[in-house]
């Protein structure tokens, strides 16, 4: 089945304590990206990566990074969370669906920073 | 002032209604269109595309008007499984290549 999966899915954490959130994808897709998801403000991108060793801010990169040294893995890092990080995140990924691009969204990863 | 905007709602309707969002966006070189829909505390999900002819997927229908810069979505008949927040999304093939978002449009469909 081709998803997309994170981890962990729920996360309540310190400020300060540094912090990594999975991504994996099993569809062989080169594009991934990361998004955070808040109230009234939508999704926002974070980063994304265009390939294995490619990656690229987002709209709102500040206190995040990320790495991607396997095609199917894009893991975000917070290295000092802060509780203005606290939000829902989605990991995604891009592939072509007959024909016409189609991004798959991840579960989703609820982050809580206190 | 935000790329895409859409009416947050909520929308409450009766069961059977026909319902219909909208949604403008800013930037006229924007490629591709799409309408994504996400149930509560679950990850967005492409609903459909947003063809320029404008398109039709079972009980809902899409359009796109490149003039005005607005996309539309009507469902008709709504099911009380239509409940979801609907999701107005542009594409960018070029630079960073990705979806811009809008806020979402929260439907509820009551019995």
């Known amino acids: 089945e081709a998803q997309v999966t994170q981890n962990p899915r729920y996360l309540i954490t310190v400020t300060g304590k540094k912090l990594t959130v999975t991504c994996s994808q099993n569809m062989n897709h080169e594009y991934m990206s990361w998004y955070r998801q808040d109230p009234g403000l939508g999704l926002r991108q974070i980063y994304y990566s265009m390939n294995v060793e490619v990656t690229d801010k987002g709209d709102v990169p500040e206190g995040y990074k990320v790495s991607r040294k396997e095609k199917r893995n894009f893991p975000l890092i917070l290295e000092s969370p802060s509780p203005n990080q606290t939000s829902l995140y989605f990991c995604a990924s891009k592939g072509i669906l007959q024909g016409y691009y189609e991004q798959y969204f991840g579960p989703g990863t609820r982050l809580t920073v206190t | 002032r935000k790329e895409v905007e859409q009416d947050p709602g909520p929308f409450n309707v009766p069961e059977g209604a026909t319902v219909a969002f909208n949604c403008t966006y800013s930037?006229?070189?924007?490629?591709?269109f799409f309408w994504y829909r996400q149930d509560c505390r679950k990850e967005p999900k492409l609903l459909m595309s947003?063809?320029?002819s404008g398109n039709e997927d079972g009980r809902f229908t899409a359009q796109l008007n490149r003039a005005s810069q607005y996309i539309s979505l009507l469902i008709r008949d709504s099911k009380l499984s239509d409940s979801a927040t609907y999701l107005c999304v542009i594409y960018h093939s070029t630079g960073a290549q990705k979806l811009v978002f809008g806020q979402g449009t929260r439907l509820t469909i009551n019995p």
């Open positions: 947003v063809y320029s």
């Open positions: 930037n006229s070189a924007s490629q591709s």
